[in-house]
């Protein structure tokens, strides 16, 4: 067998939906520490997040990310309802979502996944390993997996 190659590096869009001000910026500087080419954008609760996919108001023109990085518990619209919302609309439907929280409740595990996450990952307390988790989600949501086009 020959050697594989790696595919092509691109840089990668991701939206992050967190309302903490020190998680976001953990995960800016985690992200910026890893090995991963990424444009963050952030956005505080889940009804800001339908907004910037559906690019509504202040919204319109932001680029389409490849991953969504969801946060479960936020104000006004929490993070299982916005998996419920993008499953529901065929435009944003296909977008991976990777539920990205502090939670480590099993009924949370089930109900992201019925409501259609693509993984759910419970935050890293060593930044170390938060960096680390950030090399591995590029390595396969940016670098392997195909997703449908818009």
Same mark, same amino acid.
């Given at each position: 067998?020959?050697a594989?190659?790696?595919p $092509?590096?691109?840089?990668?869009?991701?939206l992050?939906?967190?309302?903490s001000?020190?998680?976001?910026a953990?995960?800016r500087?985690?992200?910026?520490?890893?090995?991963?080419?990424?444009?963050?954008?952030?956005v505080?609760?889940? $009804?800001?997040?339908?907004?910037y996919?559906?690019?509504d108001? $202040?919204?319109?023109?932001?680029?389409?990310?490849?991953?969504?990085?969801?946060?479960?518990?936020?104000?006004?619209?929490?993070?299982?309802?916005?998996?419920?919302?993008?499953?529901?609309?065929?435009?944003?439907?296909?977008?991976?979502?990777?539920?990205?929280?502090?939670?480590?409740?099993d009924?949370?595990?089930?109900?992201?996944?019925?409501?259609?996450?693509?993984?759910f990952?419970?935050?890293p307390? $060593?930044?170390?390993?938060?960096?680390?988790l950030?090399?591995?989600?590029?390595?396969?949501?940016?670098?392997?997996?195909?997703?449908?086009?818009?």
């Amino acid at each position: 067998m020959g050697a594989t190659s790696m595919p $092509e590096t691109r840089p990668f869009t991701i939206l992050l939906v967190e309302d903490s001000p020190v998680q976001q910026a953990l995960t800016r500087r985690a992200i910026e520490d890893s090995t991963l080419d990424a444009h963050l954008h952030v956005v505080d609760d889940g $009804e800001a997040a339908m907004q910037y996919l559906r690019g509504d108001g $202040e919204y319109a023109g932001s680029p389409r990310p490849d991953i969504i990085l969801l946060d479960l518990n936020m104000p006004r619209m929490d993070g299982h309802s916005v998996l419920e919302a993008l499953r529901a609309e065929p435009k944003l439907a296909a977008i991976p979502v990777t539920v990205l929280t502090t939670s480590t409740a099993d009924s949370d595990v089930s109900a992201s996944y019925a409501r259609g996450a693509n993984a759910f990952i419970t935050k890293p307390a $060593e930044y170390e390993k938060f960096v680390a988790l950030f090399s591995a989600l590029g390595q396969f949501w940016a670098h392997f997996v195909r997703t449908p086009k818009p």
